[in-house]
C-alpha cells in the first residue's frame, strides 16, 4: 500500500525537467524551489501524524492520509504558473507522512526479531514506487503524445489518469479489509500484552540437584554431593511489554530530550534525505550532462529511476541484515551497522562528485555503477535504521517514528537546498552531501543503546 503514495508524491520529478519546465516556462531556480517545497510539506505532517497514530491507530490514519492528498493530486491539472505548482506539490506532499503509519503499524504487528526486515520491506516497496512511478508517468506522457494530445495537455492528463484513482481506492481498502492491531481495534491494544514475562538474566528458571564426583576427588574415590545449578536466560527487551500511549506533554519532552531519539534521526537524516534529494534531481543532472538527440527527458527518467527501484531488494536487505545482527550483537549491532552504512554511502558520493567534476566528459556508464553502489549502501543503511527505531523510545512509537522520518524529509530539504544552490559544477552537490554524512554518522558513535 505504501508503494502507491509514490505514484503522485513523486509524479512530477519524471516530468518536470522538460514537460512541465517548458510548459510552465520555469526557471532551474523555480523547479528547485518546488523540490524544497514538497519536502517541507511531508516534513511537517509527518511530525504531526506521529501523535495522531499513538491515539488512533495507524490504519485511520494511512486511510486519512490517501483521502486528503489525492485532492491536490487531482488538481494538479489546474496548474498555469510557479506558484500554482509550489501550492499543489505542498499538498501533494502530505502523501509522504504514509511512511509514518507504514513502519508504526508494522512495528504493532511483528516480533523485535523480524520487526527490521517486516518494516524494511514495507518501506523499500514505498521507496521503489518511486522508481516505478518515473516509469509510469513517462510511459504514460509519451503515450498521450502518441495519440495526438499536446504536451500542454498530457502532463496534466498524466496525473488525473494514475495517482487519484489508485490513491482513492486503496484508502477505501485499508478501511474496509484492514485491522488496526494484532489484538483487533486499537482501543483493545493493552489487551495484547504479555501477562508473564520471560525470565531475566539475574533470574534462576530452572535448578537441580545432582549428585557427581569433582575432578579433585577422582583419585581419593571419595564422592561428595555437588549442587548444579541450571540456568536458563531470555533476552529480554522493552518492546516485549511496549504498548503506544496516547502522547502528553512530559512524554514528549522526554522523548525530545533523549539522546537515544536523535542516533536513528541523524542517521535517516544523512541516509533517507539524501535518497530523496536523488530522486527529485538525478533525472535533471543527467538531462543537463548528457542532453542530445538521442538522450532525453524520457531517457534521463528511465535511467534515474534505477536508484528508487533498487529499494525492492537493498532496502529489505537492510532490514534482514538487522535482524541478523540482533541475534549476536543485540541492538548496538543494529547501531553500528547503520553508521557504517551511512559513511559508506559518504565517501562513494563524494567520489560520484569528484568523477563528474574531474571530467569534461564523463560516461554514462560510469556513473550508473556509481550511483547503483551508492544507492546499495544509501538503502540498506535506510532499512537497518528501521529495524533500530523500535527500540527507541518503544511506548511512543508513533511519535518516534514520527521523528525519525520527519529528519529523514530535513535532511532531504538540507540536500536540496545544496543542489538547489551548488548546481554548478554538477558534481559538486554531490561532494558536498557526501562530506555532510561522513561527518554526522561518525559523530553518532558516542550515543549508547540498550543491550536488547
Same mark, same amino acid.
Given at each position: 500500500?505504501?508503494?502507491?503514495?509514490?505514484?503522485?508524491?513523486? !509524479?512530477? !520529478?519524471?516530468?518536470?525537467?522538460?514537460?512541465?519546465?517548458?510548459?510552465?516556462?520555469?526557471?532551474?531556480?523555480?523547479?528547485?524551489?518546488?523540490?524544497?517545497?514538497?519536502?517541507?510539506?511531508?516534513?511537517?505532517?509527518?511530525?504531526?501524524?506521529?501523535?495522531?497514530?499513538?491515539?488512533?491507530?495507524?490504519?485511520?490514519?494511512?486511510?486519512?492520509?490517501?483521502?486528503?492528498?489525492?485532492?491536490?493530486?487531482?488538481?494538479?491539472?489546474?496548474?498555469?504558473?510557479?506558484?500554482?505548482? +509550489?501550492?499543489?506539490?505542498?499538498?501533494?506532499?502530505?502523501?509522504?507522512?504514509?511512511?509514518?503509519?507504514?513502519?508504526?503499524?508494522?512495528?504493532?504487528?511483528?516480533?523485535?526479531?523480524?520487526?527490521?526486515?517486516?518494516?524494511?520491506?514495507?518501506?523499500?516497496?514505498?521507496?521503489?514506487?518511486?522508481?516505478?512511478?518515473?516509469?509510469?508517468?513517462?510511459?504514460?506522457?509519451?503515450?498521450?503524445?502518441?495519440?495526438?494530445?499536446?504536451?500542454?495537455?498530457?502532463?496534466?492528463?498524466?496525473?488525473?489518469?494514475?495517482?487519484?484513482?489508485?490513491?482513492?481506492?486503496?484508502? /477505501?481498502?485499508?478501511?474496509?479489509?484492514?485491522?488496526?492491531?494484532?489484538?483487533?481495534?486499537?482501543?483493545?491494544?493493552?489487551?495484547?500484552?504479555?501477562?508473564?514475562?520471560? =525470565?531475566?538474566?539475574?533470574?534462576?528458571?530452572?535448578?537441580?540437584?545432582?549428585?557427581?564426583?569433582?575432578?579433585?576427588?577422582?583419585?581419593?574415590?571419595?564422592?561428595?554431593?555437588?549442587?548444579?545449578?541450571?540456568?536458563?536466560?531470555?533476552?529480554?527487551?522493552?518492546?516485549?511489554?511496549?504498548?503506544?500511549?496516547?502522547?502528553?506533554?512530559?512524554?514528549?519532552?522526554?522523548?525530545?530530550?533523549?539522546?537515544?531519539?536523535? #542516533?536513528?534521526?541523524?542517521?535517516?537524516?544523512?541516509?533517507?534525505?539524501?535518497?530523496?534529494?536523488?530522486?527529485?534531481?538525478?533525472?535533471?543532472?543527467?538531462?543537463?550532462?548528457?542532453?542530445?538527440?538521442?538522450?532525453?527527458?524520457?531517457?534521463?527518467?528511465?535511467? !534515474?529511476?534505477?536508484?528508487?527501484?533498487? $529499494?525492492?531488494?537493498?532496502?529489505?536487505?537492510?532490514?534482514?541484515?538487522?535482524?541478523?545482527?540482533?541475534?549476536?550483537?543485540?541492538?548496538?549491532?543494529?547501531?553500528?551497522?547503520?553508521? =557504517?552504512?551511512?559513511?559508506?554511502?559518504?565517501? #562513494?558520493?563524494?567520489?560520484?562528485?569528484? +568523477?563528474?567534476? $574531474?571530467?569534461?566528459?564523463?560516461?554514462?556508464?560510469?556513473?550508473?555503477?556509481?550511483?547503483?553502489?551508492?544507492?546499495?549502501? $544509501?538503502?540498506? /543503511?535506510?532499512?537497518?535504521?528501521?529495524?533500530?527505531?523500535?527500540?527507541?523510545?518503544?511506548?511512543?512509537?508513533?511519535?518516534?517514528?514520527?521523528?525519525?522520518? /520527519?529528519?529523514?524529509? #530535513?535532511?532531504?530539504?538540507?540536500?536540496?537546498?545544496?543542489?538547489?544552490?551548488?548546481?554548478?559544477?554538477?558534481?559538486?552537490?554531490?561532494?558536498?552531501?557526501?562530506?555532510?554524512?561522513?561527518?554526522?554518522?561518525?559523530?553518532?558513535?558516542?550515543?549508547?543503546?540498550?543491550?536488547?
Amino acid at each position: 500500500m505504501i508503494c502507491l503514495y509514490s505514484l503522485s508524491w513523486f !509524479a512530477f !520529478a519524471p516530468l518536470i525537467p522538460d514537460a512541465i519546465k517548458t510548459d510552465l516556462k520555469l526557471t532551474s531556480e523555480e523547479v528547485g524551489n518546488s523540490n524544497i517545497v514538497s519536502l517541507c510539506a511531508t516534513l511537517v505532517v509527518r511530525v504531526i501524524t506521529g501523535p495522531l497514530i499513538d491515539r488512533y491507530g495507524p490504519r485511520k490514519v494511512m486511510a486519512g492520509l490517501l483521502i486528503i492528498g489525492a485532492i491536490p493530486s487531482g488538481l494538479a491539472g489546474t496548474i498555469s504558473t510557479a506558484q500554482g505548482l +509550489y501550492i499543489v506539490r505542498f499538498f501533494i506532499g502530505i502523501l509522504g507522512a504514509t511512511f509514518v503509519s507504514c513502519q508504526a503499524w508494522n512495528t504493532a504487528f511483528f516480533d523485535k526479531n523480524v520487526v527490521g526486515r517486516a518494516n524494511a520491506l514495507g518501506a523499500g516497496w514505498g521507496n521503489a514506487g518511486g522508481g516505478f512511478t518515473f516509469i509510469i508517468m513517462i510511459a504514460l506522457f509519451n503515450q498521450l503524445l502518441a495519440d495526438g494530445m499536446s504536451p500542454h495537455v498530457a502532463w496534466r492528463v498524466a496525473f488525473a489518469i494514475v495517482p487519484v484513482p489508485i490513491l482513492l481506492s486503496v484508502a /477505501a481498502a485499508i478501511l474496509m479489509f484492514g485491522t488496526d492491531h494484532p489484538a483487533g481495534k486499537w482501543s483493545d491494544r493493552y489487551k495484547a500484552v504479555a501477562t508473564t514475562l520471560p =525470565a531475566s538474566n539475574d533470574q534462576t528458571s530452572n535448578s537441580e540437584n545432582i549428585k557427581t564426583k569433582s575432578g579433585d576427588d577422582i583419585e581419593t574415590g571419595d564422592e561428595k554431593n555437588i549442587e548444579v545449578i541450571v540456568t536458563a536466560t531470555n533476552l529480554v527487551s522493552e518492546l516485549d511489554t511496549a504498548v503506544d500511549n496516547p502522547l502528553s506533554l512530559n512524554t514528549a519532552c522526554e522523548i525530545v530530550l533523549n539522546p537515544l531519539t536523535w #542516533l536513528p534521526s541523524l542517521a535517516y537524516m544523512t541516509t533517507f534525505g539524501y535518497e530523496l534529494a536523488i530522486d527529485v534531481n538525478l533525472a535533471t543532472v543527467l538531462y543537463t550532462l548528457f542532453k542530445s538527440p538521442t538522450f532525453g527527458q524520457a531517457k534521463a527518467g528511465y535511467i !534515474a529511476g534505477i536508484y528508487g527501484l533498487l $529499494n525492492v531488494f537493498f532496502r529489505p536487505l537492510g532490514g534482514y541484515f538487522g535482524d541478523l545482527i540482533y541475534v549476536k550483537f543485540g541492538v548496538p549491532g543494529k547501531k553500528y551497522l547503520t553508521i =557504517a552504512c551511512g559513511v559508506a554511502q559518504g565517501f #562513494l558520493s563524494l567520489g560520484l562528485g569528484f +568523477y563528474i567534476d $574531474n571530467h569534461s566528459h564523463p560516461s554514462l556508464e560510469v556513473i550508473i555503477v556509481i550511483f547503483v553502489i551508492v544507492a546499495m549502501f $544509501n538503502e540498506v /543503511a535506510n532499512g537497518v535504521n528501521f529495524s533500530l527505531v523500535p527500540h527507541c523510545n518503544p511506548n511512543s512509537n508513533g511519535f518516534m517514528t514520527g521523528i525519525v522520518g /520527519a529528519m529523514g524529509n #530535513l535532511g532531504g530539504v538540507f540536500f536540496a537546498i545544496i543542489f538547489r544552490f551548488q548546481p554548478y559544477p554538477l558534481g559538486r552537490a554531490f561532494w558536498i552531501a557526501g562530506v555532510i554524512a561522513v561527518g554526522v554518522n561518525l559523530l553518532l558513535c558516542i550515543i549508547r543503546v540498550p543491550q536488547f
